[in-house]
């Protein structure tokens, strides 16, 4: 169990780093509705966000990488202790 979760979150990482995104799958329809309920309106929320990211100073991708580590070792320990 503890290498197949390590191994969905290598693949979850390397998602993010080639931009991989489900929407961009040949096989997902875009359209499709993620919710249990046919009631709901098929609204589409959200829209491009322009202009320049408020990213503070220390979140360098040297920063973001270490803080992923340790975040990966805090889930392994909990999960597998």
């Given amino acids: 169990m503890y290498k197949a979760i390590e ?3 290598i693949i979850h990482n390397i998602c993010i780093d080639w931009g991989d995104r489900p929407e961009d799958t040949w096989d997902i ?3 499709e509705s ?3 309920s046919e009631e709901e309106d098929d ?3 959200g829209g491009i966000i322009g202009g320049e990211p408020n990213v503070p100073p220390h979140e360098t991708e040297d920063w973001l990488l270490e803080q992923g580590r340790q975040k ?3 889930l392994m320990n909990e999960l597998f202790p």
């Fill in 34 to 36: 993620w919710s249990d």
């Fill in 72 to 74: 990966h070792l805090i």
């Fill in 43 to 45: 609204e589409i929320v």
């Fill in 7 to 9: 191994a969905m979150m």
């Fill in 29 to 31: 329809d875009s359209a």
